[in-house]
């Protein structure tokens, strides 16, 4: 999620799962050619199992930015064929690429070739369609279109995309989802492998889905209340996760914080991420107060933190 799951936001997660596959923001192919690598990708091997989200459009470009990443040991590279926003319009690519099903191909193509046999494999995230398509439709002939270009790993977000008249906010809510129709597209493709996306809040609806689908892609859910993230590894991978409270993995998140504070880093580049942590319990409220009022002063050091800890009752067990 752009300006969301950056480097921080995936240290954080890893002290409450060690085994979702966390994604990177999207970085679009040109940037990853022609700008700064290095600090495009930035990212640590604690952050794995990691995906890099691609945005593009140019089956060139896309080979060249598949070709520069391949050796930095992202789990997969993902083409990003679903965010509906004007600036991705804009750049011909997210999901107004699912208007040019042959372009698509030849993209997938490329990166294809990029990786090579031994590179990180190459998936897809989609939409059920865009505009005025019928996905019960055109989503068999995308989807085969995939099937074909040797995509076996696609993410589907459960609803069409509008691409004129509403905003990416919108464009999460309307029209509804129809999970119906991602289960039939399992059944008609059952040897690629599947992630539903959209929608999904809890583990439960989780757990549940996972009886029918090869995963489940949770993004605003977990950002917006990250203790969920506590629960993925007992619930879904029948493993301990690397902490049992929210309290003790944030004090394990605390070295992390304050070596970035060296490096100059102002505190509110972190708390911003951490302001859901304690969702809808007695002090979150205040939580939320001192971490927003007060990370962004001069100096801002980790004592902010332990001051918006004290708003919540019995924090330790929490």
Known sequence: MMEWTDRHWRAFARTLTKKALLYTEMVTAPALI?????????????????????????????????HRVKEMGFYEINLNLGCPSDRVQ?????????????QVSECFSA????????????????RLG?????????????MAMLSRAQIKHVIIHARKAILGGLSPKQNREIPPLNYKLVHAIKKQFSDMEI????????????????????????????????????QVDREIFNEDPPHQTAFEALQSYR?????????????KH???????LYHEVPGARQFRRILSERAHLPGADWSVIEDALRAIPNVENL
């Open 130 to 142: 865009i505009d005025d398509q019928n996905p019960e439709e055109t989503l068999p002939d995308f």
């Open 255 to 267: 070295p992390y914080v304050e070596d970035i504070l060296q490096q100059g880093f102002p505190l």
């Open 34 to 66: 022609y700008g700064d690598l290095e600090r495009l990708t930035e990212h640590s091997s604690a952050e794995h199992p990691l995906a890099l989200q691609i945005g593009g459009s140019n089956p060139d470009e896309l080979y060249q930015a598949t």
């Open 195 to 230: 992630v539903l996306n959209g929608g999904l809040k809890t583990i439960d609806q989780c757990i549940n889905e996972l009886g029918e689908f090869d995963g489940v892609m949770v993004g605003r859910a977990a950002y917006q209340n990250p203790q969920i993230l506590l």
């Open 111 to 126: 990166m294809q070739n990029a990786s090579g046999e031994n590179g990180p494999k190459i998936t897809a995230k989609i």
């Open 90 to 102: 804009a750049g011909c690519f997210g999901a107004a690429l699912m208007a040019n099903p042959a």
């Open 270 to 276: 972190l708390t911003r991420h951490l302001v859901n």
